[in-house]
């Protein structure tokens, strides 16, 4: 099969779809690899590293676009991209589709087979292509949330883990999984008081064992988030339905009792965001005020660390993408029901259940398409 990877082209976005060693393995499996020129350099990949493995390098993105069979992306296809995408061709990505009617029309109407990476599942109930970018997102949260309360910033200018005499910064972390694991982790490592809310009295029992007195953890009911939220210096959003669109558990009204210059985190942007001021940034401005509050909700945080996002989300996906190459998408989905999690849509049908249910779209079951 004929794979491609073209440069991203979102807001400074630095990552890249296929690595010189995916590259490298597809070659060696019989498979062609083209990736437009420059695309792997924010990583620290230059073509040279492409050549040597075995890909070739190409112009352009339309090339791309117009000769692969597979086109392996990081972020969603920008509008410019999705008019280049056509029937019959295969696109692995991330889509986040949930909360974005326009992309979601523009694939259906490309008729493009997609394959979402947020909604490939494993044995244990996971998300094993979300999982890096998770942890990713998770470790950065608290360094920008940090970054955001300096007063310069707008924010409280509060430092997060204190000094001898003036006590921590208090951080709420709202949702324990693997984003929270991983913002809670590094936010007490640097000094902060931590509490990570969670509905899951299991989630909550082994992060206790996990961290033991390093934080708290309380239940995550409506009125513990909001006294929790209300004391915080921070709060990070770390919640997650897969394929859905994210719940908002921080209303605007909220805003008014929190403390001044205080910093919400979103990383549940991509799907929406999980407070209801929250709407997209970039790195180029990545933060908003709204009644006091700052607002940190860049859609790709991952990019800013591109080069440990793009080798840990590598690592992951590569043999998804080689089930697709090497046996065609029908087949890997039928040999694989954790893959066939990720199909989003096909010849102009969605077909990702939680995506119709935000969108008010019909759905169609993917074993149709699979006879």
């Not at 690899?33 to 390098?57: C, H, K, L, M, R």
């Not at 208090?170 to 931590?194: L, P």
């Not at 805003?255 to 001021?277: N, S, W, Y």
Request: with cysteine.
């Amino acid at each position: 099969m004929l794979i491609g990877c073209p440069k991203e082209i979102k807001n400074q976005e630095y990552r890249v779809g296929v690595t010189p060693g995916a590259a490298h393995e597809a070659v060696a499996a019989g498979h062609t690899v083209i990736v437009e020129t420059g695309a792997g350099v924010g990583s620290g990949f230059p073509d040279e590293d492409y050549i040597a493995a075995g890909a070739s390098i190409v112009a352009s993105a339309e090339e791309v676009f117009a000769r692969a069979e597979l086109v392996v992306k990081v972020k969603e296809p920008q509008p410019t991209e999705r008019k280049q995408l056509s029937e019959g061709q295969i696109l692995f990505t991330y889509l986040h589709l949930a909360p974005d009617a326009a992309q979601t029309r523009d694939l259906l109407d490309s008729g493009v087979t997609a394959v979402a990476y947020e909604t490939v599942t494993d044995r244990a109930g996971g998300l094993p292509l979300l999982a890096p970018m998770s942890e990713v997102a998770g470790r950065l949260a608290p360094q920008v949330g940090a970054w955001t309360l300096q007063k310069a910033n707008g924010g409280r200018g509060v430092l997060l883990g204190g000094v001898p005499g003036v006590g921590p910064a208090r951080v709420a972390v709202i949702g324990g999984g693997v984003v929270g694991t991983h913002a809670a982790r590094v936010a007490a490592g640097m000094g902060a008081e931590v509490t990570v809310l969670d509905r899951s009295l299991t989630r909550l029992r082994y992060l206790e064992d996990v961290f033991g007195n390093t934080i708290r953890t309380r239940y995550a009911s409506a009125a513990n988030t909001r006294e929790l939220v209300i004391e915080s210096d921070m709060v990070i959003g770390a919640v997650l339905i897969p394929g859905a669109a994210a719940p908002k558990l921080v209303s605007r009204a909220d805003l008014a009792l929190m403390k001044p210059g205080a910093a919400l985190v979103d990383v549940a942007i991509d799907q929406g965001g999980c407070f209801e001021t929250s709407r997209p940034t970039t790195h180029d401005d990545p933060i908003y005020e709204v009644d006091g509050i700052m607002h940190y909700c860049v859609a790709n945080m991952p990019g800013a660390v591109a080069r440990t996002s793009t080798i840990a989300l590598g690592n992951a996906t590569m043999p998804f993408m080689m089930a697709l190459a090497g046996k065609g998408w029908k087949q890997a989905l039928r040999d694989d029901p954790h893959l066939k999690a990720g199909l989003n849509t096909h010849a102009g049908k969605l077909t990702c259940a939680p995506v119709g249910e935000a969108l008010g779209i019909d759905v169609t079951d993917p074993d149709s398409l699979l006879g």
